[in-house]
């Protein structure tokens, strides 16, 4: 059986739970922050040690809510250019000056001496984001640095929902963490996102800003400027039994991770495999060798056939023609981008499939390297 790049994976007897429960909403009318919201971020709570959970409209959305509960104006905020253009774009809709950071070389991660070179006086955020699903150690540093520097930390967790450091999971180093339930991330709720906390006090401003800036859901007293970044039931629903499936996902795709792993030792590609905790395998990513080029590899998988991802991320921020005016240059992060792939991988790809892609990539790298 062939398997799809970024398939969806929400089978039979999961959908027939969720038409019940939609069912039931249109029943009953209540298609907006109801119990099913409630339900769902109940369930990602227990799996982020207990702190508070507030479901969003997508993973922007809860990086907006983030931005504009820390009253950045006039402030900066450090983010690693090797992400999503949401991230910094997020800071600088709230009147944030965003100072794009390097990564390091195995993880495309943030490092913490990044974030020592580039705090000033107005540096008021940090923001992390765990590549692929591999969280870095460095978080446990950055987490201190910042801790230590009275500076705000932010995980943009959006790719590591069930990823592990130690035995930590990835959401629970920041003073604040974002997910994203995009059809292309680990579980979806077709559109979705989540911000969360251990503050109270944060939670609290984060519940009110989601809601247009109401004091509570039945009021009409605005205390905040909010906007509207509601999940609704529909998509809730959707994601609580994507989340249920989680941990099933997260097997089958440490089987797929290993064969890669094991079958394509000494051809120029390594596997990224993390230290110290564990991955979600939302990505593979296989460094490769610095004498090979990266475009030839790319070209020469797909034109064979194998099923290949390309780059987590082409162009880092930084080198986006939105951000090419301010002039950064960024060593090792554009050195990232041009020394890694991502292997094809999906929730529903089969042992056999694995197998048959690490054949056709073998033959690949047999050809270039001879
Ligand atoms: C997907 C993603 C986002 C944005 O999430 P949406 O749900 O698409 O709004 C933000 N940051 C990172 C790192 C992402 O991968």
Known sequence: MSFQLKKVLIEKKDRKKIYEEMDDIFESGMLTLGKYTKRFEEKLSENLLGQDVITTNGGTSALEIAALALELEGHEVIVQSNTFVATPVSFIRAGAHVTFADCDKKYGALTVDEVKRLHTKKTKAVVMVHIGGIISPEVIKIQKYCKNNDLIFIEDAAHALGSKFESSPAGTFGDIATFSFYPTKIITSGEGGAITTKNKELSEKFKILRDQGKKDFNSNIHTQFG??????????????????????????????????????????????????????????????????????????????????????????????????PNNVSLPTTEEYTSSHICLGIS?????????EQSKLIKEVMKGILT
């Open 227 to 324: 906007s509207n970044w509601r999940l609704s039931e529909v998509h809730a629903i959707i994601g609580y039994h994507q989340l249920n499936k989680l941990d099933q996902f997260i097997k089958s795709r440490k089987k797929v991770a290993e064969i890669y792993k094991n079958n394509l030792l000494n051809l120029g590609l390594e596997v990224i495999l993390p230290e110290r905790g564990i991955s979600n395998w939302y990505k593979i990513i296989a460094k490769i060798d610095s004498k090979l080029n990266k475009e030839v590899i790319k070209k020469a998988l797909i034109n064979n056939g194998v099923k290949c991802e390309g780059e987590v991320y082409l162009l880092p921020c930084h080198k986006q023609p939105i951000f090419l």
């Open 347 to 355: 929730s529903n790809m089969t042992e056999e499939n694995a197998i």
